[in-house]
């Protein structure tokens, strides 16, 4: 049991009886034994004229050790110790007539006293007992307080107490971190709602509106922390009821949500460039099959140029998903737009540093291989046995000053004719590529082999990689 600390001696024997009680029989036999004791002593030390003096304390601290049974019990016994101690059998009644009125108010004043006593004791029990509830009241108080503190602490919420105008009177210890506060003193009765930024603070007066009323409510904001750190906040508002059940201060509980907001943002802006992105490909797409269809003459051979010519486009977009739209490097280009070559692979020279091209390029350059690709395989080095593909690329200078030089040259297949007339795979290879590098390009037809070329600047289509 916990209690304070006994004032005596005295005390801690009655409080130890409180925690120990004996047995019924032990009681009554000790309280006898006490009687005996002090009976014993005044007939040793104390004159007749004294026969009942020590016998009272005796019995009151029988009463108030051992309860109040046990002290009129012992109150019983002195009366008799006390009259047999001074009695004789020469007097007709054992006692004088003087004592016996002596012994008759003895035993009513120490009945009194023992009841009194053993009430006394009661009170004690009581007060011990109400004591150690208050005690443990107080610790199970602090031990909760150190809880929900420890809670606060390690929230990563900023948790916020205002009063009904909306100024701060609590911030937790988590609120502080996140907010970058050291010192809540230095923003204590400030009003909430000037910490948010743009429409946020008019939505934060009317949240604490709505709690005054007893309402809660929810928005989003932006707020900057104590030292300047832009942050997105979901914030939830919620009354505060006071004794009498109505609104007395307002809670308000801030969540970081800046890692979702950029996420939001960053997949809104994602999918307007997605947006953006399809309609390019559908238009190139509308492009291909306007030019496929005017150049073939025939059903069939439309079908397989068009066919040819969007799994191309296909492999393009493969390369572009992988990398989210984003800058395509070079050789995974060249790997989609010659993979109709591929099973000629000893007869493909690739050579050149890694170039990061954005997505628009990195579209046009494949579908261009595709077309000089197919090309050789129909009509060029690689429609015989002994022709060869060179493919070469190389980046002159530095910084803004980059520039882009790539050849394509067959070698050793049939003789070149000039064709007398350019299908769609030639003007998209000169024209559109041209227009998509913002440089030169060339496509000739010399007699040992075509050779197609582009110069143009790096600037804003490409970046070489440092490996």
């Known amino acids: ?85 001074i ?59 150190a809880f929900l503190s420890s809670v606060l602490a390690a929230s990563t919420d900023c948790i916020k107490v205002l009063d009904l105008d909306g100024n701060l009177t609590f911030m937790s210890e988590g609120g502080m971190k996140v907010m970058d506060i050291s010192d809540f003193n230095a923003v204590r009765g400030c009003p909430w709602p000037d910490f948010l930024k743009d429409g946020g603070s008019v939505q934060a ?14 928005f989003e904001a932006a707020a900057d922390t104590y030292i300047g750190i832009p942050k997105w906040w979901s914030v939830s508002v919620s009354p505060i009821p006071g004794p009498d059940g109505q609104p007395a201060r307002v809670l308000s509980v801030s969540r970081d949500h800046t890692a979702l907001h950029e996420s939001r943002e960053q997949q809104r802006l994602l999918n307007g460039e997605l947006s953006h992105r399809l309609k390019n490909v559908l238009t190139l797409v509308q492009s291909i099959a306007n030019q496929t269809l005017r150049g073939t003459h025939s059903v069939e051979d439309a079908s397989a140029a068009f066919s ?29 737009g010659m993979s109709a070559v591929s099973g000629m692979k000893d007869r493909i020279t690739i050579e050149g540093p890694r170039i990061r091209l954005n997505s628009q390029v990195a579209l046009a350059l494949t579908l261009a291989l595709h077309e000089l690709a197919t090309n050789a395989t129909k009509y060029g080095a690689l429609s015989n046995d002994t022709g060869s593909v060179a493919l070469r690329w190389q980046v002159n200078g530095n910084n803004g000053a980059s520039c882009f030089h790539l050849i394509w040259q067959e070698r050793d297949g049939p003789p070149v004719v000039q064709p007398t007339q350019r299908g769609f795979g030639s003007r998209m290879i000169e024209r559109s590529l041209g227009a998509y590098f913002r440089g030169r390009t060339l496509l000739d037809f010399p007699v040992e082999g075509v050779v197609f070329r582009i110069d143009a600047p790096l600037g804003d289509t490409g970046q070489l990689i440092d490996d």
């Open 205 to 218: 007066r009317a949240a604490l509106q709505a709690a005054a009323e007893g309402r809660s409510s929810h």
């Open 87 to 145: 009695g004789s059998a020469s007097n007709d009644y054992w006692l004088p007539e003087p004592q016996w009125v002596a012994a008759g108010l003895f035993v009513v004043i120490l009945t009194g006293m023992v009841m009194l006593a053993g009430e006394l004791r009661e009170s004690m029990r009581r007060s011990v007992s109400l004591n150690a509830e208050l005690v443990e009241r107080e610790r199970s108080s602090a031990e909760r307080e």
């Open 1 to 85: 049991m916990i209690r304070t600390r006994p004032s005596s001696i005295f005390d801690r024997i009655v409080i130890w009886s409180f925690d120990r009680p004996l047995p019924g029989v032990t009681r009554y036999a000790l309280a006898a034994l006490a009687i005996a004791l002090v009976a014993t002593a005044r007939i040793l030390f104390v004159p007749d004229e004294l026969p009942w003096l020590l016998f009272i304390p005796a019995a009151i601290g029988v009463a108030l050790v051992f309860g109040q049974g046990a002290g009129l019990f012992a109150a019983a016994l002195s009366t008799l110790a006390g009259a047999l101690s």
């Open 308 to 336: 040819s010519r969007l799994a191309s486009l296909g492999r393009a977009t493969d390369v572009l998903t992988t990398t989210a739209w984003q800058p395509a490097e070079l050789h995974d280009v060249v790997d989609a």
